[in-house]
C-alpha cells in the first residue's frame, strides 16, 4: 500500500490540477460569449449584402463577362485555408480539422498534390505548426489573425486569395473549419469558397431599383465584399466553436479530477486506518511481552 | 425616413433622419424623403445626416446603401476612428 505521505502529495496535486481547469472552463465560457455576440452583429449585415447581391444578379442575367468569381475552371491550382486555434486543450478540436484537412487533400486532389499545386492557407496557429512541419505547400503570412481578430485583419488575407483567384493563381479554394452548432457541439464544414455558387433570386418582383455606377460595376464591387464576410464568419463560428469545446473539455476534466480525487480519499483514509491498527496491534503486542516476562 | 449604419462589426447608428449625404463613387450625393429605390457603391468619405439632435458626420472605409421605401441602409466596410 502507497504510503501516508504519498498519497497526500497526489491529493493536493489533483486538486490544483483540478483548480486550473475550472478557471479555465470559467474563461472559456466568457470568451464564447464574447464570440457569440460577435457572430450575432455579422448576421443582419451579412444577410442584407446577401439580399443585395442576388437581387443585382437577377437584374443583370447571367450572361456577363464580369463574372471571373462564379465561372468554374480546370482543377490545376487548389487552395485550402484551414481554420484552427492558437492553443490546444480544448478537446478534438484542432484535430478533426487537420485530419479532415488533409483527407480532403489527399482524397480529392491527390494529382494536384502531387504536382505541388495544393496551397494551405492556414489560420491559427495550430494548423500553421501542423502544415509547416509536413510536405506542404504553405502559405503563412496569415496565420496570426486570433491575436486581433477584427474585420479588417481578416479582410486582408481575403483580398489576398481573392486577388490571387482573379488572377488564376488558384482555380478553386475550399475552407475546413469547425462550425459551431450549439455548446455541446462543433460541426467539421468543408465550404467551397470560390468560384462562387450566386443564387439568383427567384423572386420576380424585385424592386426596380436606381444602380450606381451601374449593375455590373456595382457588383464586381461587391463580390470581394461578400466574399470576406463569409470568410469572416468562417472565422467567428470556428472561434465560437473552440472556446465551446474547450469549455467541455475543461468540464470534463474537472469532472474526472473529481472522480479521482474521490479514489484517492478513499486510499487515504484506508492506509490510515491501516497504520493506527498496526500501530495498536504493535501496543498490545508489547504489553503482552512485557506481562509474561 | 429611416437610417441604418451597419459595419459586419456592429450598429453604428439607426434612426429617424430627414437628409443624408453620402460620398458616392461617382460623387457626392444626397437623400431625402420618399427617394426613388436605390443601390449606390460608396467611396471612402464622409456621411452626414440631420436627425432630431442635429447634424452629424461619420467617416467610412468606403462600402453601399440602399435605398427602398423611405428606409435607408448603409452596409460600411469599416468605419475611420
Given at each position: 500500500?502507497?504510503?501516508?505521505?504519498?498519497?497526500?502529495?497526489?491529493?493536493?496535486?489533483?486538486?490544483?490540477?483540478?483548480?486550473?481547469?475550472?478557471?479555465?472552463?470559467?474563461?472559456?465560457?466568457?470568451?464564447?460569449?464574447?464570440?457569440?455576440?460577435?457572430?450575432?452583429?455579422?448576421?443582419?449585415?451579412?444577410?442584407?449584402?446577401?439580399?443585395?447581391?442576388s437581387n443585382l444578379t437577377a437584374s443583370?442575367?447571367?450572361?456577363?463577362?464580369?463574372?471571373?468569381?462564379?465561372?468554374?475552371?480546370?482543377?490545376?491550382?487548389?487552395?485550402?485555408?484551414?481554420?484552427?486555434?492558437?492553443?490546444?486543450?480544448?478537446?478534438?478540436?484542432?484535430?478533426?480539422?487537420?485530419?479532415?484537412?488533409?483527407?480532403?487533400?489527399?482524397?480529392?486532389?491527390?494529382?494536384?498534390?502531387?504536382?505541388?499545386?495544393?496551397?494551405?492557407?492556414?489560420?491559427?496557429?495550430?494548423?500553421?505548426?501542423?502544415?509547416?512541419?509536413?510536405?506542404?505547400?504553405?502559405?503563412?503570412?496569415?496565420?496570426?489573425?486570433?491575436?486581433?481578430?477584427?474585420?479588417?485583419?481578416?479582410?486582408?488575407?481575403?483580398?489576398?486569395?481573392?486577388?490571387?483567384?482573379?488572377?488564376?493563381?488558384?482555380?478553386?479554394?475550399?475552407?475546413?473549419?469547425?462550425?459551431?452548432?450549439?455548446?455541446?457541439?462543433?460541426?467539421?464544414?468543408?465550404?467551397?469558397?470560390?468560384?462562387?455558387?450566386?443564387?439568383a433570386s427567384?423572386?420576380?418582383?424585385a424592386?426596380?431599383?436606381?444602380?450606381?455606377?451601374?449593375?455590373?460595376?456595382?457588383?464586381?464591387?461587391?463580390?470581394?465584399?461578400?466574399?470576406?464576410?463569409?470568410?469572416?464568419?468562417?472565422?467567428?463560428?470556428?472561434?465560437?466553436?473552440?472556446?465551446?469545446?474547450?469549455?467541455?473539455?475543461?468540464?470534463?476534466?474537472?469532472?474526472?479530477?473529481?472522480?479521482?480525487?474521490?479514489?484517492?480519499?478513499?486510499?487515504?483514509?484506508?492506509?490510515?486506518?491501516?497504520?493506527?491498527?498496526?500501530?495498536?496491534?504493535?501496543?498490545?503486542?508489547?504489553?503482552?511481552?512485557?506481562?509474561?516476562? | 425616413?429611416?437610417?441604418?449604419?451597419?459595419?459586419?462589426?456592429?450598429?453604428?447608428?439607426?434612426?429617424?433622419?430627414?437628409?443624408?449625404?453620402?460620398?458616392?463613387?461617382?460623387?457626392?450625393?444626397?437623400?431625402?424623403?420618399?427617394?426613388?429605390?436605390?443601390?449606390?457603391?460608396?467611396?471612402?468619405?464622409?456621411?452626414?445626416?440631420?436627425?432630431?439632435?442635429?447634424?452629424?458626420?461619420?467617416?467610412?472605409?468606403?462600402?453601399?446603401?440602399?435605398?427602398?421605401?423611405?428606409?435607408?441602409?448603409?452596409?460600411?466596410?469599416?468605419?475611420?476612428?
Open positions: 500500500m502507497a504510503s501516508l505521505k504519498e498519497v497526500k502529495s497526489r491529493i493536493t496535486s489533483v486538486i490544483s490540477t483540478q483548480q486550473i481547469t475550472k478557471a479555465m472552463r470559467m474563461v472559456a465560457a466568457s470568451k464564447l460569449r464574447r464570440s457569440q455576440e460577435k457572430m450575432q452583429q455579422i448576421r443582419p449585415y451579412a444577410r442584407k449584402l446577401n439580399t443585395i447581391v443583370i442575367g447571367s450572361d456577363n463577362d464580369n463574372d471571373w468569381y462564379a465561372t468554374k475552371r480546370t482543377e490545376n491550382k487548389i487552395l485550402v485555408v484551414v481554420i484552427t486555434s492558437d492553443r490546444g486543450l480544448c478537446g478534438a478540436f484542432n484535430s478533426t480539422v487537420l485530419k479532415a484537412a488533409v483527407k480532403l487533400v489527399q482524397e480529392k486532389y491527390p494529382t494536384q498534390f502531387n504536382k505541388g499545386n495544393v496551397t494551405i492557407l492556414p489560420f491559427g496557429k495550430r494548423s500553421m505548426e501542423y502544415f509547416s512541419k509536413r510536405k506542404y505547400v504553405c502559405q503563412d503570412s496569415y496565420w496570426g489573425i486570433f491575436g486581433q481578430m477584427t474585420f479588417e485583419n481578416v479582410s486582408k488575407a481575403g483580398n489576398y486569395i481573392i486577388d490571387t483567384f482573379k488572377q488564376g493563381g488558384f482555380d478553386k479554394v475550399e475552407i475546413v473549419y469547425n462550425e459551431f452548432k450549439n455548446v455541446a457541439t462543433q460541426v467539421l464544414k468543408i465550404d467551397q469558397f470560390l468560384p462562387l455558387a450566386v443564387e427567384s423572386v420576380s418582383n424592386p426596380d431599383y436606381i444602380f450606381e455606377p451601374n449593375a455590373e460595376e456595382l457588383l464586381a464591387g461587391l463580390i470581394p465584399q461578400l466574399l470576406n464576410v463569409q470568410l469572416y464568419r468562417s472565422v467567428l463560428e470556428s472561434n465560437a466553436a473552440e472556446h465551446a469545446a474547450r469549455m467541455t473539455a475543461m468540464d470534463k476534466a474537472s469532472e474526472n479530477a473529481g472522480e479521482l480525487l474521490k479514489e484517492l480519499k478513499l486510499l487515504y483514509n484506508r492506509s490510515r486506518q491501516a497504520a493506527i491498527t498496526k500501530e495498536i496491534l504493535e501496543i498490545v503486542g508489547g504489553a503482552e511481552a512485557l506481562k509474561s516476562a | 425616413m429611416q437610417l441604418e449604419i451597419l459595419t459586419p462589426e456592429k450598429k453604428i447608428f439607426e434612426g429617424d433622419v430627414t437628409i443624408v449625404t453620402f460620398p458616392g463613387a461617382n460623387g457626392s450625393f444626397q437623400v431625402m424623403d420618399n427617394h426613388a429605390p436605390l443601390i449606390s457603391l460608396l467611396q471612402q468619405g464622409t456621411v452626414e445626416y440631420k436627425g432630431k439632435d442635429g447634424a452629424k458626420k461619420i467617416n467610412i472605409l468606403g462600402g453601399l446603401v440602399e435605398v427602398l421605401k423611405n428606409k435607408v441602409i448603409v452596409l460600411a466596410t469599416g468605419v475611420a476612428a
